[in-house]
């Protein structure tokens, strides 16, 4: 249902950009999400946006950098990711949630979501 795509190589300092169709009539509906994983590490939250667009979520380490948008006539989700750092080198996943959240630690948390694409990788090199 969700399809990731838009990950690549890019030097330090660069900018990618990350998209995540759905493939279901009711996109509106998702609250959808990014959270990555880095070789050897947990995966963490990046950034988080709720049905309509008003309200998005980002952990201090990508914000500024990073920006989450949505386009519901298109049933996509992104990720816009700038001034990229070795650091962000992860397979990055988009997420949905059926949900209706509220909080921000809802939005947060990998639990508050029911699907999850298959991740692209990001690589940054220094």
């Known amino acids: 249902q969700l399809q990731a795509s838009g990950g690549g190589l890019v030097q330090a300092g660069g900018s990618l950009r990350l998209s995540c169709a759905v493939s279901?009539?009711?996109?509106?509906?998702?609250?959808m999400a990014w959270f990555r994983q880095a070789p050897g590490k947990e995966r963490e939250f990046v950034a988080a946006?709720?049905?309509?667009?008003?309200?998005?979520y980002y952990p201090d380490s990508v914000k500024g950098r990073f920006s989450i948008f949505r386009d519901n006539a298109k049933n996509t989700v992104y990720l816009q990711m700038n001034s990229l750092e070795p650091e962000d080198t992860a397979v990055y996943y988009c997420?949905?949630?059926?949900?209706?959240?509220?909080?921000?630690?809802?939005?947060?948390?990998?639990?508050?979501?029911?699907?999850w694409g298959q991740g692209t990788l990001v690589t940054v090199s220094s």
């Open positions: 997420a949905a949630s059926v949900g209706t959240l509220f909080l921000r630690v809802q939005f947060t948390t990998q639990s508050s979501y029911n699907y």
């Open positions: 946006i709720s049905r309509s667009g008003g309200n998005i």
């Open positions: 279901e009539r009711t996109f509106s509906n998702y609250a």
